[in-house]
């Protein structure tokens, strides 16, 4: 492809700073005081994680913040062999990727699950949330789960 | 046979402006799909479908529709996802109509949208014009100015000004007028958009002066001449006839009685049919106002269209959509601005809202222009910029792309007879 | 449904991993061929809708010179920006009102050669959760689905999900129109390098450029232009939840939604009965048996049956993509187009070297975000016939 032949001389860059929003701007902050939020709705009672502001189900607002457990269990995985470098598939050292239903919650989070070998994973395992040492608002502060 | 579609509630999100740094895409997709519910007796599931659209180069998400699925209240259910440049929003509307006039659905929600604080509004523009400009500035010459001596994006086109004000010098040569009328257009919206809660740019009794006090950008338009980026959703929901009564809050609903689009050429300055295509022609315009008005029964626009929501980008074109829409002579509205014609208290009220030179959410622009027309028929336009005359027929006009796209809607206070 | 609608004519463009056509040329000859070969003109058409994607058409508003190509100048049109067969949706929509009687819908994308598939998925991801957490995308939630289906039904092996992939391959061989990549072996693609396990490389459907046009008209125009009108009997559309942890993979609410509204359209009631073969979109082999026991054609969990004892192959009970599917090549955002397009081969009997004996009904299936978040379904039936 051309442009990997030519160097750039004025690169553009599409600039974008997509917001947030107030859910997940709470989410973020709960993430620094190492806390899993999630939200739930006023109407059917449904708790999601990450939290957001309308219930698909029943149509109602989930204005309700709540904290979720730090513990769940294992609902499905993947390995991951590859990174998303320049439009391309990059491979890597594989990781885990779970499914995690944390205790309480009706959807489940997604996060990389360490410790763990593909061939010890059983589905419904239980596992813990692990915390960078010094968090700082932001998604990798919840590094990911390890098997309890 | 026929199937008659009303517009039963206009909602958005809150009022157009610069930036929204507080929330979200699918939260102000949220409060405007909820602010067109809670005026209606719908419940949120008794929405059949959604028909959504914006520009998303503007903000970098592709399939914005795909994330939002909550937060319009669409789960499991249709959703389609429209995208025509400008005129999206009226596009989207179109579709809306017609997922309700097939017969398929009843209750249909449709949605115009924009971010516009997310992303670089000219990049997206300059897209549009000349993305070849792009890759040769990304390769070689530099257009951007950052070494040094460089033309600047300005000279690569400019993005959408440097595009319009051909057309602006074109019109200007041709209707006789000056940049002068083009002022009084801007000042005419402005001080309207003072009257509309919802507009961006809101200027109380603007005066002419004031628009020809800011610089020019591209000769004849003047900063004070362009449209804003504005942030902001609208969200309009549209009921078959038999099911009007059932969810409407209002007695007064707006009916669609015709609605039509089409497309001319894209690039200036070719031959075609024996035709200069010159974008102040707009002969599309022409032929998709006649095939609506036919739809709609409307045999005079000039006499029985009563108020005008025209897509005005740029502030020339509040003189020259009317004329192409075939509401006034073609040349006349440069001398019937200077009378007031088409002031909220004129012959011919355009854009009462304030337009789009007020208010521009590129995804929205042009299903607020149907919005406000319904508005202004169901009596409910707030803050004063109601017109104060009985409106039986309203035209909503939409324009995208590179001058090319056309999307007309015209708008009554009674259905037509099937 | 107050009117009947056929699809009256198709043209399609090989796909190929570098096309010589720009996409306005594609848009050109497709159009014009088609014009030709039904003897009408472009103002015949009373309405063109798009089916393109601005960001993999790399510029905004990217129909802005394509429109003068396909024959819309100074006419009506609009542009679907979804998967291909929302373009279709669209254009039955409007005959539908009764206001037009004639639509053409085309794409034309460049996925192989113009610009990478993987950095347009990875733009119709959410900006603020998911791109930045980088966990879900097309091929992990791919993952996760393939992996949830073999926790559900023990049988079915990885080994399962590479005989799929072969099928997919060994199918388009027989289609002219598609990528004509020779078949791997069942032992190569299983031992492929691995992606997001189980899903490897040779299981992901292989991105190709292509280019297809179809028109559709009303029943009175239809029986006009063409002695062989495919019908549309039903339609259906449903979009799911965006996040990937409310969602059953296996069992896909949102497509049987969809499925659901078609079926009871086009009035079928026990569709492994009476439907004859699909054309269903995958972007990875291991989401075909999911998705075809979600249209209610087979059991639920029987993906290694159906593959082992070859009910799903073109002479099987219900052939799912004859054509071959995505594995022919996959011009992302328009593949479903080219789905349909084979489908109404096969209903017309022009399939050639992949023809479905007695295909009586069909089901064309298109998807949009991760695991088939967005799915559209359309019944089809053969007209013409005695």
């Given at each position: 492809m051309i442009h990997e032949a030519v160097e750039t001389l004025v690169p553009i860059s599409f600039m974008y700073k997509n917001r947030v929003g107030r859910y997940l701007q709470h989410y973020l902050n709960g993430l620094k005081e190492k806390k899993i939020l999630g939200s739930k709705c006023s109407g059917c009672g449904r708790v999601v994680v990450p939290p957001r502001s309308a219930c698909g189900r029943c149509c109602g607002v989930m204005d309700e913040l709540v904290e979720l457990p730090q513990e769940g269990k294992l609902v499905n995985w993947t390995v991951c062999y590859v990174k998303l470098e320049g439009g391309e598939f990059k491979r890597i050292d594989p990781y885990i990727i779970g499914m995690i239903q944390l205790d309480g919650c009706d959807s489940l989070l997604s996060a990389k699950v360490l410790d763990l070998q593909p061939e010890n994973v059983k589905i419904g395992m239980r596992v813990k949330a692990l915390w960078k040492e010094e968090t700082t608002g932001d998604y990798t502060d919840l590094v990911g789960f390890i098997p309890l | 046979m026929r199937r008659n579609v009303a517009i039963i509630s206009v909602g958005y999100n809150g009022r157009f402006v610069s930036k929204r740094p507080d929330i979200s895409i699918v939260e102000m997709l949220e409060q405007a799909v909820r602010n067109a519910i809670s005026k209606t007796k719908l419940k949120p599931h008794e929405i059949d479908a959604f028909v959504v659209g914006n520009m998303h180069t503007f903000e970098g998400v592709n399939m914005g529709n795909l994330w939002a699925s909550e937060h319009i209240l669409a789960l499991n259910k249709p959703v389609m996802r429209i995208a025509t440049g400008g005129t999206t929003g009226m596009s989207v509307f179109h579709c809306a109509y017609y997922h309700v006039a097939s017969g398929l659905y009843d209750v249909v929600c449709a949605i115009g949208w924009e971010k516009h604080d997310e992303g670089d509004a000219q990049i997206g523009l300059g897209g549009i014009l000349l993305p070849e400009v792009f890759s040769l500035a990304h390769f070689g010459p530099?257009?951007?100015g950052k070494r040094g001596g460089g033309l600047g994006l300005m000279g690569g086109g400019g993005g959408s000004t440097g595009g319009a004000s051909f057309q602006a010098a074109s019109y200007l040569a041709k209707s006789g007028g000056g940049i002068e009328h083009i002022d009084m257009a801007a000042a005419l919206m402005r001080a309207n958009a003072a009257k509309?809660?919802?507009?961006?740019?809101q200027v109380p009794n603007c005066k002419p002066e004031d628009i020809a006090k800011t610089p020019i950008i591209s000769w004849p338009l003047r900063y004070g001449h362009t449209c804003p980026t504005s942030c902001g959703a609208c969200a309009v929901i549209l009921v078959a006839e038999e099911k009007v009564k059932k969810f409407a809050d209002t007695d007064k609903v707006a009916w669609v009685k015709g609605v039509a689009c089409g497309t001319s050429d894209a690039t200036i300055g070719n031959v075609h049919d024996g035709q200069i295509t010159d974008p102040a022609d707009q002969e599309i315009c022409k032929i998709v106002a006649r095939r609506a008005y036919k739809k709609a029964g409307i045999r005079n626009p000039k006499k029985e269209i009563q108020v005008a929501e025209v897509y005005d980008g740029f502030a020339h074109q509040v003189l020259m959509w009317p004329e192409k829409l075939l509401l006034v002579d073609e040349g006349a509205s440069p001398k019937l601005i200077e009378q007031g014609y088409y002031n909220l208290d004129g012959e011919l009220p355009v854009n009462p809202s304030g337009g789009v030179t007020s208010t521009n959410a590129i995804g929205a622009s042009a299903l607020v222009r149907v919005a406000e027309a319904a508005l202004q028929i169901m009596g409910m336009a707030e803050g004063g910029h109601q017109v104060d005359k009985k409106i039986k027929n309203a035209v909503a006009h939409g324009w995208g792309g590179l001058f090319q796209f056309v999307t007309v809607t015209v708008l009554g206070d009674t259905p037509v007879k099937k | 449904m107050k009117r009947r609608v056929a699809i009256v004519g198709y043209k399609l463009m090989k796909n190929t991993r570098?096309?010589?056509?720009t996409r306005e040329r594609i848009y050109y000859e497709l159009s014009k061929s088609l014009l030709e070969e039904l003897e009408i003109k472009r103002e015949d058409i009373d309405t063109f809708i798009f089916a393109s994607n601005d960001f993999a058409d790399g510029r905004t508003i990217s129909e802005v010179y394509l429109v003068q190509r396909m024959g819309a100048y100074m006419r009506d049109e609009s542009k679907v920006e979804q998967e291909a067969l929302n373009a279709c949706l669209y254009a039955w929509l409007r005959i539908q009102s009764g206001e037009y009687d004639t639509a053409m819908v085309g794409m034309a994308s460049?996925?192989?050669?113009?610009?990478k598939p993987l950095l347009v998925q990875n733009h119709e991801l959410d900006p603020v959760y998911e791109r930045p957490r980088g966990l879900i995308n097309f091929y992990s939630g791919a993952g996760f689905q393939a992996r949830a289906y073999m926790e559900r039904f023990k049988n079915f092996t990885e080994s399962h999900i590479a005989r799929y992939a072969e099928k997919g391959y060994r199918n388009a061989l027989k289609n002219q129109y598609s990528l004509q990549i020779i078949p791997p072996s069942i032992e190569k693609i299983e031992n492929s390098d691995p992606i997001y396990l189980p899903i490897r490389e040779l299981e992901v459907a292989p991105y190709a450029d292509g280019g297809g046009v179809v028109i559709l008209a009303s029943a009175e125009k239809a029986k006009k232009l063409t002695k062989k009108p495919v019908w549309i009997e039903g339609v259906g559309s449903a979009q799911d939840t965006y996040w990937i942890g409310e969602r059953d993979l296996v069992k896909l609410d949102g497509l049987r939604e969809a499925a659901r509204r078609a079926y009871r359209m086009a009035g079928i009631k026990n569709p492994k009965k009476e439907i004859s073969f699909a054309e269903v979109q995958t972007?990875?082999?291991?989401e075909e048996p999911v998705i075809a026991e979600a249209l209610g054609l087979f059991e639920e969990g029987s993906g290694a049956e159906v593959i082992e004892k070859g009910l799903?192959?073109?002479?099987?009970?219900i052939p799912v993509n004859p054509s071959g599917g995505s594995f022919g090549g996959n011009p992302m955002g328009g593949t479903s187009l080219i789905g349909l397009i084979n489908a109404v081969k096969q209903l017309r009997e022009e399939a050639d070297d992949f023809q479905v004996e007695k295909a009586k009904r069909a089901l064309v299936h298109s998807q949009d975000g991760v695991c088939a978040q967005h799915n559209t379904v359309m019944i089809l039936s053969a007209g013409g016939k005695k």
């Amino acid at each position: 492809m051309i442009h990997e032949a030519v160097e750039t001389l004025v690169p553009i860059s599409f600039m974008y700073k997509n917001r947030v929003g107030r859910y997940l701007q709470h989410y973020l902050n709960g993430l620094k005081e190492k806390k899993i939020l999630g939200s739930k709705c006023s109407g059917c009672g449904r708790v999601v994680v990450p939290p957001r502001s309308a219930c698909g189900r029943c149509c109602g607002v989930m204005d309700e913040l709540v904290e979720l457990p730090q513990e769940g269990k294992l609902v499905n995985w993947t390995v991951c062999y590859v990174k998303l470098e320049g439009g391309e598939f990059k491979r890597i050292d594989p990781y885990i990727i779970g499914m995690i239903q944390l205790d309480g919650c009706d959807s489940l989070l997604s996060a990389k699950v360490l410790d763990l070998q593909p061939e010890n994973v059983k589905i419904g395992m239980r596992v813990k949330a692990l915390w960078k040492e010094e968090t700082t608002g932001d998604y990798t502060d919840l590094v990911g789960f390890i098997p309890l | 046979m026929r199937r008659n579609v009303a517009i039963i509630s206009v909602g958005y999100n809150g009022r157009f402006v610069s930036k929204r740094p507080d929330i979200s895409i699918v939260e102000m997709l949220e409060q405007a799909v909820r602010n067109a519910i809670s005026k209606t007796k719908l419940k949120p599931h008794e929405i059949d479908a959604f028909v959504v659209g914006n520009m998303h180069t503007f903000e970098g998400v592709n399939m914005g529709n795909l994330w939002a699925s909550e937060h319009i209240l669409a789960l499991n259910k249709p959703v389609m996802r429209i995208a025509t440049g400008g005129t999206t929003g009226m596009s989207v509307f179109h579709c809306a109509y017609y997922h309700v006039a097939s017969g398929l659905y009843d209750v249909v929600c449709a949605i115009g949208w924009e971010k516009h604080d997310e992303g670089d509004a000219q990049i997206g523009l300059g897209g549009i014009l000349l993305p070849e400009v792009f890759s040769l500035a990304h390769f070689g010459p530099d257009l951007t100015g950052k070494r040094g001596g460089g033309l600047g994006l300005m000279g690569g086109g400019g993005g959408s000004t440097g595009g319009a004000s051909f057309q602006a010098a074109s019109y200007l040569a041709k209707s006789g007028g000056g940049i002068e009328h083009i002022d009084m257009a801007a000042a005419l919206m402005r001080a309207n958009a003072a009257k509309n809660p919802y507009a961006h740019l809101q200027v109380p009794n603007c005066k002419p002066e004031d628009i020809a006090k800011t610089p020019i950008i591209s000769w004849p338009l003047r900063y004070g001449h362009t449209c804003p980026t504005s942030c902001g959703a609208c969200a309009v929901i549209l009921v078959a006839e038999e099911k009007v009564k059932k969810f409407a809050d209002t007695d007064k609903v707006a009916w669609v009685k015709g609605v039509a689009c089409g497309t001319s050429d894209a690039t200036i300055g070719n031959v075609h049919d024996g035709q200069i295509t010159d974008p102040a022609d707009q002969e599309i315009c022409k032929i998709v106002a006649r095939r609506a008005y036919k739809k709609a029964g409307i045999r005079n626009p000039k006499k029985e269209i009563q108020v005008a929501e025209v897509y005005d980008g740029f502030a020339h074109q509040v003189l020259m959509w009317p004329e192409k829409l075939l509401l006034v002579d073609e040349g006349a509205s440069p001398k019937l601005i200077e009378q007031g014609y088409y002031n909220l208290d004129g012959e011919l009220p355009v854009n009462p809202s304030g337009g789009v030179t007020s208010t521009n959410a590129i995804g929205a622009s042009a299903l607020v222009r149907v919005a406000e027309a319904a508005l202004q028929i169901m009596g409910m336009a707030e803050g004063g910029h109601q017109v104060d005359k009985k409106i039986k027929n309203a035209v909503a006009h939409g324009w995208g792309g590179l001058f090319q796209f056309v999307t007309v809607t015209v708008l009554g206070d009674t259905p037509v007879k099937k | 449904m107050k009117r009947r609608v056929a699809i009256v004519g198709y043209k399609l463009m090989k796909n190929t991993r570098a096309s010589e056509w720009t996409r306005e040329r594609i848009y050109y000859e497709l159009s014009k061929s088609l014009l030709e070969e039904l003897e009408i003109k472009r103002e015949d058409i009373d309405t063109f809708i798009f089916a393109s994607n601005d960001f993999a058409d790399g510029r905004t508003i990217s129909e802005v010179y394509l429109v003068q190509r396909m024959g819309a100048y100074m006419r009506d049109e609009s542009k679907v920006e979804q998967e291909a067969l929302n373009a279709c949706l669209y254009a039955w929509l409007r005959i539908q009102s009764g206001e037009y009687d004639t639509a053409m819908v085309g794409m034309a994308s460049l996925a192989s050669s113009q610009f990478k598939p993987l950095l347009v998925q990875n733009h119709e991801l959410d900006p603020v959760y998911e791109r930045p957490r980088g966990l879900i995308n097309f091929y992990s939630g791919a993952g996760f689905q393939a992996r949830a289906y073999m926790e559900r039904f023990k049988n079915f092996t990885e080994s399962h999900i590479a005989r799929y992939a072969e099928k997919g391959y060994r199918n388009a061989l027989k289609n002219q129109y598609s990528l004509q990549i020779i078949p791997p072996s069942i032992e190569k693609i299983e031992n492929s390098d691995p992606i997001y396990l189980p899903i490897r490389e040779l299981e992901v459907a292989p991105y190709a450029d292509g280019g297809g046009v179809v028109i559709l008209a009303s029943a009175e125009k239809a029986k006009k232009l063409t002695k062989k009108p495919v019908w549309i009997e039903g339609v259906g559309s449903a979009q799911d939840t965006y996040w990937i942890g409310e969602r059953d993979l296996v069992k896909l609410d949102g497509l049987r939604e969809a499925a659901r509204r078609a079926y009871r359209m086009a009035g079928i009631k026990n569709p492994k009965k009476e439907i004859s073969f699909a054309e269903v979109q995958t972007f990875f082999a291991s989401e075909e048996p999911v998705i075809a026991e979600a249209l209610g054609l087979f059991e639920e969990g029987s993906g290694a049956e159906v593959i082992e004892k070859g009910l799903s192959e073109i002479d099987g009970k219900i052939p799912v993509n004859p054509s071959g599917g995505s594995f022919g090549g996959n011009p992302m955002g328009g593949t479903s187009l080219i789905g349909l397009i084979n489908a109404v081969k096969q209903l017309r009997e022009e399939a050639d070297d992949f023809q479905v004996e007695k295909a009586k009904r069909a089901l064309v299936h298109s998807q949009d975000g991760v695991c088939a978040q967005h799915n559209t379904v359309m019944i089809l039936s053969a007209g013409g016939k005695k």
